[in-house]
């Protein structure tokens, strides 16, 4: 059957028997058995097949019977396991940039055991009438979405980079790490090398060997990423959004926002409503800019 694009990470786990997979762009099949399945990271059509020689035909014509919260298209020899998971776009890009299109889950990886536990108990939730089962599997999809993509990160076949590759770096991370627990900070260089335990002048290398940019730029972006969001989700006055963010005036904030994404922060709440937003600037074209 042929499938489209979804909206948001789709989620793929074979349970029982064998299954073929493909994007509808590659021409390459990729055969999964029990235990083994994929992550799509970002809308594409896809076709799944239990003999690669077969038709394609698109999913919405195949009629099917909902089973215990299972589609149930006859047969008994396949049992397949998906979902998806909405993400904002916005707020994720950074590290959807990173990621391939298909992340590979295999039956013997490291975490394995990990992602078959919560895969059967998916599977026990989805069949379930217990009071809670729907929530308790909305849990457990995040919890595969996220071992699925830990799993990836932490493979030989992953080849990191930004500040994706910064995960891979103890020091670096503990540094990453306090940003995110208090992006207001007037942060210093010397600073943050002293939480990663470096000298100055090798942890801004480091750093930026790691992640492709400066610490004080980093700490701009993460800034301007909470600030994105903030914009779009509540109605948070701009000039208070500047205070919470380390800004001491709403100018500043705004002429910092506008380097970054390319427009003002009320044209930015706007276009929510209005249009596509702007993606985030290249870290390199805003250098340190705080």
């Given at each position: 059957?042929?499938?489209?694009?979804?909206?948001?990470?789709?989620?793929?786990?074979?349970?029982?028997?064998?299954?073929?997979?493909?994007?509808?762009?590659?021409?390459?099949?990729?055969?999964?058995?029990?235990?083994?399945?994929?992550?799509?990271?970002?809308?594409?059509?896809?076709?799944?097949?239990?003999?690669?020689?077969?038709?394609?035909?698109?999913?919405?014509?195949?009629?099917?019977?909902?089973?215990?919260?299972?589609?149930?298209?006859?047969?008994?020899?396949?049992?397949?396991?998906?979902?998806?998971?909405?993400?904002?776009?916005?707020?994720?890009?950074?590290l959807l940039d990173l990621l391939p299109l298909v992340i590979p889950l295999h039956a013997d990886s490291e975490s394995s055991s990990t992602l078959s536990w919560l895969m059967t108990r998916l599977h026990a939730e989805s069949q379930s009438?217990?009071?809670?089962?729907?929530?308790?599997?909305?849990?457990?999809?995040?919890?595969?979405?996220?071992?699925?993509?830990?799993?990836?990160?932490?493979?030989?076949?992953?080849?990191?980079?930004?500040?994706?590759?910064?995960?891979?770096?103890?020091?670096?991370?503990?540094?990453?790490?306090?940003?995110?627990?208090?992006?207001?900070?007037?942060?210093?260089?010397?600073?943050?090398?002293?939480?990663?335990?470096?000298?100055?002048?090798?942890?801004?290398?480091?750093?930026?060997?790691?992640?492709?940019?400066?610490?004080?730029?980093?700490?701009?972006?993460?800034r301007m990423q909470i600030a994105s969001k903030a914009l779009r989700l509540s109605a948070e006055p701009i000039k208070q959004l500047a205070f919470r963010l380390g800004y001491a005036s709403e100018s500043t904030f705004s002429t910092v926002?506008?380097?970054?994404?390319?427009?003002?922060?009320?044209?930015?709440?706007?276009?929510?409503?209005?249009?596509?937003?702007?993606?985030?600037?290249?870290?390199?074209?805003?250098?340190?800019?705080?």
């Amino acid at each position: 059957m042929r499938y489209p694009g979804f909206s948001g990470m789709k989620f793929m786990a074979v349970h029982k028997g064998k299954i073929w997979f493909r994007l509808v762009a590659e021409d390459h099949w990729r055969a999964l058995t029990a235990g083994d399945g994929m992550i799509i990271t970002r809308s594409a059509p896809f076709i799944l097949a239990s003999d690669p020689a077969l038709t394609p035909v698109a999913s919405a014509t195949v009629p099917y019977v909902r089973k215990n919260g299972l589609a149930d298209y006859g047969g008994d020899d396949s049992l397949l396991l998906a979902g998806k998971m909405e993400i904002d776009p916005v707020s994720a890009e950074q590290l959807l940039d990173l990621l391939p299109l298909v992340i590979p889950l295999h039956a013997d990886s490291e975490s394995s055991s990990t992602l078959s536990w919560l895969m059967t108990r998916l599977h026990a939730e989805s069949q379930s009438n217990r009071p809670g089962s729907a929530v308790a599997g909305n849990h457990l999809m995040h919890l595969v979405m996220i071992e699925g993509i830990r799993s990836w990160v932490l493979s030989d076949e992953a080849q990191l980079q930004g500040w994706m590759g910064a995960l891979r770096d103890t020091r670096i991370m503990r540094a990453i790490t306090a940003i995110h627990a208090e992006p207001a900070k007037n942060w210093h260089l010397m600073e943050l090398a002293n939480i990663a335990g470096m000298s100055r002048a090798g942890f801004a290398r480091r750093f930026s060997e790691t992640t492709g940019t400066s610490p004080l730029n980093y700490v701009t972006h993460w800034r301007m990423q909470i600030a994105s969001k903030a914009l779009r989700l509540s109605a948070e006055p701009i000039k208070q959004l500047a205070f919470r963010l380390g800004y001491a005036s709403e100018s500043t904030f705004s002429t910092v926002f506008r380097r970054v994404y390319g427009l003002p922060p009320s044209a930015h709440r706007l276009a929510k409503q209005d249009g596509p937003l702007q993606r985030l600037a290249p870290f390199a074209a805003n250098e340190d800019a705080k």
